[in-house]
């Protein structure tokens, strides 16, 4: 029952993390957000689409005769779309709360755990919902700091401001 609601219902909770960070921003990171989640959802859902017509991978239930965990269409498995869906949005927050993001880039491996456990993914299509994810985010949250000019509000662990004067 655990791995079910995981592999199912995950995607919603990191959705609402998100919302919950972008709450907490300023107004030009709140734009900047909008606009990072806006760009990666259109090129995400191209690397998606474009990796799924490349490569066919039949789900483990077809391949193996197993039954999986909870019902699910026998179509191509590849590349995972709700672990492309969670990585891109924990990416996306990483660009603006590190620490949080990367927390979310956890549950979203382990939300593409589940499925594997679940028996409708195999390791490889979580790897690429990964990849895709993050490049994608990282596409949306490049652009959207470069439009917004909010680059001073974004900080990497090596660019920490130090609060001494001089």
Same mark, same amino acid.
């Given at each position: 029952m655990l791995i079910t609601a995981v592999a199912q219902y995950t995607v919603f909770a990191v959705l609402a993390c998100a919302a919950v960070v972008w709450l907490t921003l300023g107004q030009r990171e709140r734009l900047a957000m909008l606009i990072a989640f806006a760009?990666?959802? #259109? #090129?995400g859902a191209g690397l998606l689409l474009a990796s799924a017509v490349e490569w066919y991978?039949?789900?483990?239930f077809v391949v193996d005769g197993t039954i999986p965990l909870f019902p699910h269409a026998p179509d191509n498995g590849f590349p995972s779309d709700h672990t492309v869906a969670a990585t891109l949005v924990a990416g #996306? #927050?990483?660009?603006?709360?590190l620490r949080i993001g990367l927390g979310l880039l956890f549950v979203s491996i382990v939300l593409g755990a589940s499925r594997v456990a679940a028996r409708v993914h195999h390791v490889p299509d979580? !790897? !690429?919902g990964v990849l895709i994810g993050l490049a994608a985010a990282a596409v949306g949250v490049t652009l959207a700091h470069a439009a917004v000019g909010s680059w001073a509000v974004w900080?990497?662990?090596w660019h920490r401001a130090d609060p001494r004067p001089g």
């Amino acid at each position: 029952m655990l791995i079910t609601a995981v592999a199912q219902y995950t995607v919603f909770a990191v959705l609402a993390c998100a919302a919950v960070v972008w709450l907490t921003l300023g107004q030009r990171e709140r734009l900047a957000m909008l606009i990072a989640f806006a760009l990666p959802v #259109v #090129v995400g859902a191209g690397l998606l689409l474009a990796s799924a017509v490349e490569w066919y991978d039949p789900r483990p239930f077809v391949v193996d005769g197993t039954i999986p965990l909870f019902p699910h269409a026998p179509d191509n498995g590849f590349p995972s779309d709700h672990t492309v869906a969670a990585t891109l949005v924990a990416g #996306v #927050v990483m660009g603006f709360r590190l620490r949080i993001g990367l927390g979310l880039l956890f549950v979203s491996i382990v939300l593409g755990a589940s499925r594997v456990a679940a028996r409708v993914h195999h390791v490889p299509d979580i !790897a !690429a919902g990964v990849l895709i994810g993050l490049a994608a985010a990282a596409v949306g949250v490049t652009l959207a700091h470069a439009a917004v000019g909010s680059w001073a509000v974004w900080r990497l662990p090596w660019h920490r401001a130090d609060p001494r004067p001089g």
